[in-house]
């Protein structure tokens, strides 16, 4: 990146003449307009059918404003009443009592109307939807029936009865991708990650683009060709009933990983709902349809690269134990042959199903698609399992598609919520007289965990194990396996435990790096096993469950899918969660559903087309709907350098008369003096900045609670990484214009701006440390430090990232992300 410098004239702002004629409206016309409308809030009230004329009326009222001098019309005032909705998740008698308190705000004479129903039908005619096909099933023979049969063609069975039938959803791809490539941003965004910035490392592993799989479909080496990641799950509606839904959803691989994790991104592909799991024979051979079709070719239209043919590919599927289990028609993880990746049989004892670690072939026999194919049509034709394998599975009718390399083993349920999980029981939870029982130090790591504070990141900060494990989401699972737990078990478990423990949280950092080498994916696959087989004889075989054994798979799963993170089940979850937030009562919860996804898709549009970007409407829009501004859009951001920006306002450092400074102690001078390549005249101090989306604060910044995003890694010339705490970012300016005269004008001004660090130094082994201290050092993303009274001014773009800090026993325990993408 280089020197960051900034112009003084970059403060500059030049304002335009407000009384400029475009801005001043004529609010004659405007009554002549409102009149024009009347019959459109006649139609509004009736129930009359869409049409050309009624979508010129919407657009008339659109664009209104709600009374003379208002400050929003009438359609920025909807939408920003759906996005407050959206929000805050209103039921609908809320959404009433809403709109009456908005209408009684208003003056005598605005065009707000308070009538729920004509909000909703203000939306209906915006097309927030998709088209979807029902498909209906005789429930006694599973045959399809149409909607409007009084029997069964097959088994005669009457379905005038509405349990005798059900159905389930399929809502059109082809529509949502064409919606999604007519946005400004979505092929902009596939261009430019496929021509992203050179990998750090050629041969590594750094997306699920760089995977074998994705690299055997020549047809996605053309850039105007997309692929999928498939995830399936079960969702509960309500507490008191059975009755749930299983959305289908595709993410697309190649935009950034940023952007395929948002909802508006996600394309929703089918649901099946009801009291009981969906049958998979009847699931999902319309959505292999739809898959095959795609892959044919579409049409597309972009706003920047015009129209051109584009084909789609399913790459790979993510799920659960459970959803993979239905989606390939085999037994479920408790039953003989039950993994996915091998011909593991396993044992069964005790209400147990274990797979007991073989030294000789512990993964292995690996299964493949051929032979997983000839097992379905083997178990088909023998109406008998072969292998695990209940039956064909409709997905291997997919070109390209290889159901074995494909099937992802998801370390979100794999690991955090099944490994993480199970050890943490043991240990805290198992008869206390087992060797590796800790519980009766739990009051201690609990007061250890409350006085965690991870950067802003980590957005849950630790509860405690004793009342809120049984609580823990998958994030907490994932900060306690990755940050909290070696620093804190060190005092607690049993040396050789610890040791073995150990290994499961290094091979798991690793294969969630950013850029994986294969040096890395041999450390960790080798991790790994010895963690398994260390695991069995510790623990028990009755232990080792699918998802122990599963750990043997994980390191061949990044060489053919990519990096963990890339092909985890963390944003599908996110997205089920916000698909249940819409669902209010009872009642055609299908229909609620399919509004519910139509909002989360294609709300961003309307959102997007109806304000001005700057405007006041526009910011509470933003802040609604969680779309953050750009940094070049806040006020309190000023660009230092490419993705680099100080946040807030700069104060002067001023001298006393004695020569010192207020902030800035003389070690700290000396520090900035020993990096700036000229003497400062001004010296301005911030409290935070962004690099490349991630923010940074220093000591200064005291707003946050129960967080610290000031503890940074650095990297220095010819020096090896460092650690530190930023007390405060410092910019330095002295003039460039060769004028003598203290009231230059010129404005050529020097800046060179630096995060002001003290330095943690590596502490030393103590007789103080722990009998676990040897072992912890072997952890690579673990340093132990300690605070010192060096100072050192690092450049900006010398700044690495944040890490999670744990202060011990005198001793600062240091942790660094294995990635940047996955957030809480």
């Given at each position: 990146m280089g020197d960051l410098g900034l112009e003084e004239n970059d403060f500059n702002h030049h304002d335009g003449d407000s009384s400029d004629s475009e801005d001043c409206e004529d609010w004659e016309e405007l009554d002549d307009q409102r009149e024009s409308v009347t019959e459109a809030f006649s139609w509004f009230r009736s129930k009359g059918e869409k049409g050309s004329k009624s979508a010129d009326w919407s657009r008339k009222l659109e664009k209104m404003p709600l009374y003379p001098g208002a400050q929003l019309t009438y359609g920025e005032s909807m939408v920003l009443i759906m996005a407050f909705i959206l929000a805050h998740h209103l039921t609908s008698s809320a959404v009433v009592a809403l709109l009456t308190l908005i209408n009684l705000h208003t003056q005598w004479g605005s065009i707000f109307c308070a009538s729920k129903y004509i909000f909703d039908k203000f939306f209906s005619l915006m097309n927030l939807t998709f088209p979807v096909t029902r498909h209906y099933f005789c429930r006694a023979c599973f045959k399809n029936v149409s909607s409007d049969d009084k029997n069964c063609k097959a088994c005669n069975s009457d379905l005038s009865s509405s349990k005798a039938t059900f159905y389930f959803l399929e809502m059109s791809v082809l529509s949502q991708l064409e919606a999604k490539f007519r946005r400004k941003d979505f092929y902009e965004a596939i261009v430019q990650q496929r021509q992203r910035l050179q990998k750090k490392c050629p041969t590594a592993i750094e997306d699920i683009t760089d995977g074998l799989v994705y690299k055997s479909i020549h047809e996605l080496q053309d850039p105007r060709n997309i692929s999928f990641l498939m995830n399936t799950d079960g969702i509960k509606v309500f507490r008191s009933s059975n009755y749930g839904l299983w959305p289908v959803y595709y993410s697309i691989n190649e935009l950034p990983f940023s952007m395929r994790t948002r909802r508006e991104n996600i394309v929703f592909a089918g649901l099946w709902?009801?009291?009981?799991?969906?049958?998979?024979?009847?699931?999902?051979?319309?959505?292999?349809?739809?898959?095959?079709?795609?892959?044919?070719?579409?049409?597309?239209?972009?706003?920047?690269?015009?129209?051109?043919?584009?084909?789609?590919?399913?790459?790979?599927?993510?799920?659960?134990?459970?959803?993979?289990?239905?989606?390939?028609?085999?037994?479920?993880?408790?039953?003989?042959?039950?993994?996915?990746?091998?011909?593991?049989?396993?044992?069964?004892?005790?209400?147990?199903?274990?797979?007991?670690?073989?030294?000789?072939?512990?993964?292995?026999?690996?299964?493949?698609n051929a032979e997983n194919m000839a097992h379905g049509r083997e178990a088909f034709n023998q109406k008998s399992t072969v292998y695990g394998i209940k039956g064909p599975c409709f997905l291997n009718e997919v070109d390209h598609f290889d159901l074995i390399r494909g099937m992802s083993v998801d370390y979100m349920h794999g690991v955090l919520m099944g490994v993480t999980k199970a050890l943490m029981n043991l240990w805290f939870k198992s008869d206390r007289k087992n060797p590796y029982y800790c519980g009766h130090h739990l009051p201690e790591i609990d007061s250890i965990l409350q006085t965690i504070t991870p950067p802003m990141d980590i957005h849950r900060t630790p509860r405690g194990i004793t009342d809120h494990m049984q609580h823990w989401k998958a994030s907490e699972?994932?900060?306690?396996?990755?940050?909290?737990?070696?620093?804190?078990?060190?005092?607690?478990?049993?040396?050789?435990?610890?040791?073995?423990?150990?290994?499961?949280?290094?091979?798991?950092?690793?294969?969630?790096?950013?850029?994986?080498?294969?040096?890395?994916?041999?450390?960790?696959?080798?991790?790994?096993?010895q963690f398994v087989e260390g695991f069995q004889t510790l623990y028990g075989?009755?232990?080792?469950?699918?998802?122990?054994?599963?750990?043997?798979?994980?390191?061949?799963?990044?060489?053919?899918?990519?990096?963990?993170?890339?092909?985890?089940?963390?944003?599908?979850?996110?997205?089920?969660?916000?698909?249940?937030?819409?669902?209010?009562?009872?009642?055609?919860?299908?229909?609620?559903?399919?509004?519910?996804?139509?909002?989360?898709?294609?709300?961003?549009?309307?959102?997007?087309?109806?304000?001005?970007?700057?405007?006041?409407?526009?910011?509470?829009?933003?802040?609604?709907?969680?779309?953050?501004?750009?940094?070049?859009?806040?006020?309190?951001?000023?660009?230092?350098?490419?993705?680099?920006?100080?946040?807030?306002?700069?104060?002067?450092?001023?001298?006393?008369?004695?020569?010192?400074?207020?902030?800035?102690?003389?070690?700290?001078?000396?520090?900035?003096?020993?990096?700036?390549?000229?003497?400062?005249?001004?010296?301005?101090?911030?409290?935070?900045?962004?690099?490349?989306?991630?923010?940074?604060?220093?000591?200064?910044?005291?707003?946050?609670?129960?967080?610290?995003?000031?503890?940074?890694?650095?990297?220095?010339?010819d020096e090896d990484t460092g650690f530190g705490e930023v007390l405060y970012f410092v910019q330095a300016l002295t003039r460039t214009c060769g004028c003598l005269t203290q009231t230059c004008q010129c404005g050529q001004v020097t800046a060179r701006h630096f995060a002001l660090v003290q330095c943690l130094e590596p502490a030393v082994p103590s007789p103080d440390d722990s009998e676990n201290a040897s072992s912890l050092f072997s952890v690579p993303h673990i340093h132990k430090c300690k605070k010192t009274e060096e100072f050192k001014a690092v450049k900006l773009n010398e700044v690495v990232g944040k890490v999670v800090s744990l202060f011990l026993n005198g001793n600062s325990y240091l942790a660094t992300f294995p990635n940047r993408m996955e957030k809480d």
């Open positions: 709902f009801g009291d009981w799991k969906p049958v998979m024979k009847l699931f999902l051979p319309p959505l292999v349809r739809s898959v095959k079709a795609l892959q044919n070719g579409f049409q597309v239209s972009t706003p920047n690269h015009g129209t051109f043919d584009c084909k789609a590919y399913l790459l790979a599927c993510t799920c659960d134990l459970q959803a993979k289990a239905l989606v390939m028609d085999m037994v479920a993880h408790n039953g003989y042959f039950g993994c996915a990746k091998c011909l593991q049989k396993g044992t069964h004892e005790g209400h147990r199903h274990q797979f007991p670690c073989d030294a000789d072939d512990a993964n292995g026999p690996l299964r493949s699972f994932r900060s306690w396996l990755l940050f909290y737990s070696l620093p804190i078990m060190q005092w607690y478990l049993p040396n050789v435990y610890f040791e073995n423990y150990s290994l499961l949280v290094t091979g798991i950092h690793l294969l969630l790096g950013e850029s994986i080498t294969e040096d890395n994916i041999s450390k960790a696959e080798d991790d790994l096993r075989s009755k232990l080792v469950s699918l998802n122990v054994h599963n750990l043997l798979h994980y390191a061949q799963t990044v060489r053919e899918l990519g990096p963990l993170f890339g092909h985890s089940c963390f944003f599908f979850e996110d997205i089920n969660g916000q698909l249940l937030k819409l669902i209010h009562g009872t009642q055609a919860v299908e229909e609620q559903v399919l509004r519910a996804v139509a909002i989360l898709q294609k709300f961003s549009e309307v959102g997007e087309d109806c304000f001005v970007r700057g405007t006041d409407a526009r910011k509470l829009y933003d802040s609604l709907s969680k779309a953050a501004a750009t940094p070049e859009e806040r006020s309190n951001f000023t660009e230092l350098g490419h993705g680099v920006y100080s946040v807030g306002s700069l104060k002067e450092e001023k001298s006393k008369p004695d020569g010192t400074y207020n902030t800035m102690k003389k070690p700290h001078m000396e520090a900035l003096m020993a990096r700036v390549d000229f003497l400062p005249e001004r010296l301005m101090l911030y409290q935070r900045m962004m690099k490349n989306g991630e923010m940074v604060h220093s000591r200064l910044y005291t707003r946050p609670y129960r967080h610290n995003s000031y503890t940074i890694t650095y990297t220095l010339p």
